[in-house]
C-alpha cells in the first residue's frame, strides 16, 4: 500500500521559532510536494522537488524553505513562523513526471502559530 | 495561466439523492483531470481521473466525464450516502515540465439521514 507519514498531526509553536515539518513517503517516488489549505482558497503548492536535492518554488514559497536530503523524505521549513503561517499543510508525492500520475497525500500537518 | 474552478459549498443533500458538484477549467494543451476527496481529519485521496477528452473517470459509484468542448469534468454520484460526507476538489495536471497539479477552492458536501 501507497504511504506518506507526516511527523506530526498536530503543532502548536510561538511566533519567530523555526519549525520542521517532516515528510517520508515510501513508493520511491522521484516527485515531491508541499502545500498549504485554507479555507476558501484550496491547496496552494509551496515547493516541490523533482529529485535528491532539487527545489523549485512552487506558487507561495515566501517565508518557506525546503530540504530534500534523501529521495523519501521531504522538509519544509518556516525559518520564523509567523501567525499567516497558521494552517494545514500537506505533503505529497508521485511518480517521474507525467500528467496523467495522480498525487499520493499525506494526512496532514495542522499548524499554528501564536 | 491554469485555473479550475468549482461551485462553492456547502453543498447538503439527504441521502439516496443525486449528487452533482460542478467543475471547470481552463488550460492550455491537454491536461489531465482529476476529483480528489477529503474526509474530515484525513488527507487528500484520488476519487477518480480522466487523462483524455471524452473519458470517463468513475469510483465508488462516483462518475466524471473529460467534456473538451465546455472545458468541464463535472462529478455526479446517483444516490449519495452518508459516508459521503467530505470536501472534494477539482484539480488539473499542469501540461508542461512541471506537471503540477492545479487545485479548486473545495466543496464540502454534508449528507443527512
Known amino acids: 500500500d501507497v504511504k506518506v507519514t507526516q511527523s506530526s498531526r498536530y503543532l502548536v509553536k510561538r511566533t519567530g521559532e523555526k519549525v520542521f515539518l517532516e515528510c517520508v513517503q515510501d513508493?520511491?517516488?522521484?516527485?515531491m510536494f508541499w502545500y498549504r489549505q485554507d479555507p476558501g482558497l484550496g491547496l496552494r503548492l509551496i515547493y516541490f522537488?523533482?529529485?535528491?536535492?532539487?527545489?523549485e518554488k512552487g506558487d507561495i514559497p515566501e517565508g518557506y524553505s525546503v530540504s530534500r536530503e534523501k529521495k523519501e523524505r521531504f522538509s519544509l521549513i518556516l525559518e520564523s513562523a509567523s501567525t499567516n503561517q497558521t494552517s494545514m499543510y500537506l505533503c505529497?508525492?508521485?511518480?517521474?513526471?507525467?500528467?496523467?500520475?495522480?498525487?499520493?497525500f499525506g494526512p496532514g500537518t495542522r499548524l499554528t502559530v501564536t | 495561466g491554469d485555473s479550475v474552478t468549482q461551485m462553492e459549498g456547502p453543498v447538503t443533500l439527504s441521502e439516496e439523492a443525486f449528487l452533482t458538484i460542478n467543475c471547470t477549467y481552463t488550460?492550455?494543451?491537454?491536461?489531465?483531470l482529476f476529483w480528489y476527496v477529503q474526509y474530515p481529519g484525513e488527507g487528500l485521496q484520488l476519487l477518480l481521473k480522466a487523462t483524455k477528452a471524452d473519458d470517463k473517470g468513475s469510483n465508488k459509484g462516483f462518475e466524471a466525464t473529460y467534456r473538451k468542448e465546455t472545458t468541464s469534468f463535472h462529478l455526479e454520484k446517483g444516490s449519495v450516502q452518508v459516508s459521503d460526507s467530505a470536501v472534494y476538489f477539482c484539480a488539473l495536471s499542469d501540461f508542461g515540465n512541471t506537471d503540477k497539479l492545479i487545485f479548486g477552492t473545495g466543496t464540502r458536501l454534508q449528507v443527512f439521514p
Open positions: 488550460a492550455t494543451g491537454y491536461p489531465s
Open positions: 513508493m520511491d517516488h522521484e516527485n
Open positions: 522537488s523533482y529529485d535528491v536535492k532539487m527545489k
Open positions: 505529497a508525492s508521485r511518480p517521474t513526471t507525467g500528467s496523467h500520475h495522480e498525487q499520493y
